[in-house]
């Protein structure tokens, strides 16, 4: 499948799915609408990505909660969540230090949801995993090691 034709249905089906989101209620039309960070989600160093993402002098926080597992027996697939208890939560970000990309999610929440999410990433080796915050105009941090036994990232 040519490199075209993938970001086409690429930007077609995240079209669909906010657009599911914004009918449902779940994101605003002006969230639904919101131009993603182009320069963190191309950001092949950790301080790149968090100046992108304004996050240079974010505030360590026990509020945020990372669980994944400590050791992953595959890098492919490894499941984790992120939780806050900081009020007013408003984005979560998941950065994998030693990915080739090193922001790996980006989550924009409504005042509707829980500040919780889970999901799958790829990790490229043994790493750290960051998680941001944005509350209030803010930005906290936290991070967990993770120890992977097969890359899943081309290694």
Known sequence: MDSRRRDVLKAGGGLGIWSVLAAAGIVTPAQAQDARNVAAFEATTLDDALRALGAGN??????????APDVAEDGRAVALSVT?????TEQIVILIEENPYKV????RLS????????????MARSTRV????KAEGRIFAARREVTVTVGGCGT
Request: aromatic letters at 2%; glycine letters at 6%; charged letters at 15%.
């Open 130 to 133: 960051h998680a941001l915050v």
């Open 104 to 107: 790996a999610a980006s989550f």
């Open 84 to 88: 806050s208890d900081i009020p007013r």
């Open 58 to 67: 974010a505030a360590e926080s026990g509020a945020i909660r990372i669980v």
């Open 111 to 122: 005042g509707a949801m829980a500040p919780s999410i889970q999901t799958r990433v790829k």
